[in-house]
């Protein structure tokens, strides 16, 4: 091959995924923040164009569109600072090889492959205020009190975390595959060589596991934040009404709106997450970026 026509070459053969690239991620972004500077009252009439007047309208009692941020924001933080702790615990304790450790993986990773609509549909069961097993074992322990009456989705103090709690117990096992999978990849050297000088098997995952699995530590935030941020299918089975319900998330407001003769605004809300996914992502990177011996980045 000569060398004047490589790059031609290789260009042919990254054409069809950089096509591909281009058509379902670059173009939509592309359309999304055209299509937010116009009204867009049906899905073929773009109608006037407004300018960011739809971004400045979100933020208006009429859309409470700030409350549906702020829920994604704590789904998130629930997510770091819950969810993922729990997942390494698992991955910690099963990495490091106990009696039926197949097992405990089959198990914990089961509910990432169920459903998020009939995850959701379970969990509303068991949340029901009337024969659910929430309000059955509330009343069990003479505990009945703590329960509202209209049941844990019903009450805007409780919902928020009642819908956290299936996210939990579904995408727990997925974070703790990933560091599992990490930390057998780490050498059984470096823990036999800290166990000789000493080091408890508490030490031994703080100087010596987390610190090589914190790439993939990084990929589960990420992957954490942008997942709550853009959460749709399991708070929909809970959602009756997108709007009126006390834990809406902007994904829930996004469809809404679009089927509702409010395209530019749908259009707005897809932006703003678009801006939130990538911004976290950047923030995340920047906070994991190694430091040199003199603590500079």
Request: aromatic share 12%; net charge positive.
């Amino acid at each position: 091959m000569h060398k004047k026509n490589k790059p031609i070459i290789v260009l042919l053969f990254l054409l069809p995924a950089l096509v591909l690239f281009i058509g379902i991620l670059i173009w939509p972004i592309i359309a999304s923040v055209h299509h937010s500077l116009y009204q867009y009252p049906t899905f073929s009439d773009p109608g006037e164009f407004v300018g960011f007047k739809n971004y400045i309208d979100l933020f208006n009692k009429q859309y409470d569109f700030g409350k549906a941020v702020i829920n994604a924001l704590i789904l998130a933080a629930l997510s770091v600072f819950i969810q993922l702790p729990l997942a390494l615990g698992l991955a910690l304790m099963l990495g490091k090889g106990i009696k039926g450790e197949r097992f405990y993986l089959s198990v914990y990773f089961t509910p990432v492959l169920i459903s998020a609509v009939v995850i959701g549909m379970l969990w509303e069961k068991i949340y029901n205020p009337i024969y659910g097993i929430v309000v059955k074992g509330a009343a069990a322990l003479n505990m009945s009190d703590v329960i509202p009456p209209e049941g844990l989705l019903g009450n805007p103090k409780t919902a928020l975390l009642a819908v956290f709690i299936p996210t939990i117990w579904q995408y727990v096992g997925y974070h703790m595959l990933l560091m599992y999978a990490g930390i057998k990849g780490v050498s059984p050297e470096l823990r036999e060589a800290a166990m000789l000088d000493g080091a408890t098997d508490g030490q031994v995952n703080r100087y010596v596991i987390i610190p090589i699995i914190k790439p993939i530590i990084k990929i589960s935030i990420i992957f954490a934040i942008t997942g709550s941020l853009k959460s749709y299918d399991l708070i929909k089975v809970f959602a009756k009404d997108a709007y009126d319900c006390s834990y809406k998330v902007p994904s829930l407001l996004l469809v809404r709106y679009a089927f509702h003769n409010a395209g530019g605004i749908a259009s707005a809300i897809a932006v703003i997450m678009i801006i939130m996914c990538f911004g976290f992502a950047i923030l995340v990177n920047w906070m994991f970026k190694e430091r040199d011996l003199y603590g500079k980045k």
